[in-house]
């Protein structure tokens, strides 16, 4: 009977130290996406998650660890496309539209998480490690849409440079956000610029 209760208490205890866990992720992060990650304190965090500033510190000594939590919180509320969905296009250009309206959509998803944590990446050092997942995402997704156009040469090297800045967020901000077309509208500029440098 004792073991029964201490396997209780242990359970109680395990579960309410997930919950203290994701409440301060949570708090983390939602300042991450309204004042961004250089100004998110301790403190903000702290009183968001209704919690004292050293039980932050106990869950997560050190900002890598909480911005590590952060970002895979964030990735499993807005998952990343998933490129495998145009590999079996064999059209480019069509694969092309289509990955950049999915992706230009998840863009305006997330724009308001993408334009502070890149406006931080020099100020926070956690950022650069935090976002290497997605860049080589990205690195992949470029290599897959560059594939089946049959540029050589320079060529090749100018089609894999319009087709790097096609995919950029900042690329998408200036399009759709910033000058209010739709992320389709967006995506076929981009696959007339692309079919150009092929």
Same mark, same amino acid.
């Given at each position: 009977?004792a073991?029964?209760?201490?396997?209780?208490?242990?359970?109680? @205890?395990? /579960? $309410?130290?997930?919950? =203290? +866990?994701?409440?301060?992720?949570?708090?983390?992060?939602?300042? !991450?996406?309204?004042?961004?990650?250089?100004?998110?304190?301790?403190?903000?965090?702290?009183?968001?998650?209704?919690?004292?500033?050293?039980?932050?510190?106990?869950?997560?000594?050190?900002?890598?660890?909480?911005?590590?939590?952060?970002?895979?919180?964030?990735?499993?509320?807005h998952?990343?496309?998933?490129?495998?969905?145009? @590999?079996? /296009? $064999?059209?480019?250009? =069509? +694969?092309?539209?289509?990955?950049?309206?999915?992706?230009?959509? !998840?863009?305006?998803?997330?724009?308001?998480?993408?334009?502070?944590?890149?406006?931080?990446?020099?100020?926070?050092?956690?950022?650069?490690k935090?976002?290497?997942?997605?860049?080589?995402?990205?690195?992949?997704?470029?290599?897959?849409?560059?594939?089946?156009?049959?540029?050589?040469?320079?060529?090749?090297?100018?089609?894999?440079?319009?087709?790097?800045?096609?995919?950029?967020?900042?690329?998408?901000?200036?399009?759709?956000?910033?000058?209010?077309?739709?992320?389709?509208?967006?995506?076929?500029?981009?696959?007339?610029?692309?079919?150009?440098?092929?």
């Amino acid at each position: 009977m004792a073991d029964e209760k201490r396997t209780y208490r242990l359970k109680k @205890r395990a /579960e $309410a130290m997930s919950d =203290t +866990r994701r409440r301060i992720t949570e708090a983390a992060m939602e300042l !991450h996406g309204t004042v961004g990650p250089a100004r998110t304190t301790v403190s903000a965090v702290a009183e968001r998650a209704g919690v004292q500033r050293h039980t932050v510190y106990r869950h997560f000594p050190n900002e890598e660890e909480l911005f590590a939590a952060c970002s895979a919180h964030f990735d499993e509320l807005h998952p990343m496309p998933d490129i495998e969905t145009w @590999r079996t /296009e $064999a059209d480019p250009a =069509t +694969r092309l539209e289509a990955a950049l309206t999915e992706l230009y959509v !998840h863009y305006a998803e997330t724009a308001h998480m993408w334009a502070n944590i890149l406006r931080d990446a020099e100020l926070v050092p956690a950022i650069p490690k935090a976002l290497a997942p997605w860049e080589r995402h990205i690195d992949d997704l470029v290599a897959l849409l560059a594939s089946g156009w049959g540029a050589r040469g320079a060529r090749r090297g100018l089609l894999n440079a319009a087709i790097r800045h096609a995919v950029d967020f900042r690329t998408w901000q200036t399009l759709v956000q910033h000058s209010g077309i739709s992320s389709l509208q967006g995506a076929r500029l981009m696959r007339a610029l692309v079919e150009d440098a092929a």
